[in-house]
């Protein structure tokens, strides 16, 4: 069985940030986007992620989602090598909480930009809805689905009743 050509990379520091990352990979396949998720830290394999970034946009990918945690360079260093959309999610750290994965993340310098998401879960599926949102603009079909996400998040929050007090 051969997999669709992905759209999406989901690329982590360390498969310590997959239950995070999960939660990109789930929004993707539940929109039926082709992703591909790798471990791969700029720290610890840089010319590892050099080959797979340089190589991305020829093999077809048109978004990178970056998860990373602490010294969180990945994001950075993978934009540096590719014009394609790159999507930052700080992971929650163990001392500081992710604040430092956050400000390594989004404290780019002028020019070389990362989109720079919530800590956690919710950046995660934040990202994955953002890479659906750069997809949609090409792709009817995808466009529909995603505003038929926010037509069914509108529904549920609009049927909830607040217990009795
Ligand atoms: N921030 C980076 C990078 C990088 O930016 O290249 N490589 C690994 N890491 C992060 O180190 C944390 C601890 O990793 P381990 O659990 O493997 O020790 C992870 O959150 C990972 O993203």
Do not use: C
Not at 75 to 103: N, R, Y
Request: proline share 7%; hydrophobic share 50%.
């Amino acid at each position: 069985m051969t997999n669709p050509q992905p759209l999406v990379g989901i690329l982590m520091g360390s498969d310590s940030d997959w239950p995070i990352m999960q939660a990109a990979a789930k929004i993707l396949k539940e929109f039926g986007v082709p992703f591909e998720a790798r471990v791969i830290s700029a720290h610890r394999a840089p010319d590892v992620l050099f080959d797979y970034v340089v190589k991305a946009s020829d093999r077809g990918l048109r978004v990178l989602i970056g998860g990373a945690g602490g010294a969180a360079h990945l994001p950075g260093v993978i934009a540096a090598k590719t014009t394609l959309p790159v999507l930052g999610v700080p992971m929650p750290s163990k001392h500081l909480q992710g604040i430092d994965s956050l400000l390594s993340i989004v404290q780019m310098p002028k020019g070389i930009p990362v989109a720079t998401f919530a800590i956690g879960e919710a950046g995660a599926a934040n990202a994955a809805l953002m890479a659906i949102a750069i997809l949609a603009g090409t792709d009817a079909a995808l466009n529909a689905k995603l505003t038929a996400f926010r037509a069914t998040q509108t529904e549920r929050m609009l049927n909830i009743t607040l217990p009795e007090l």
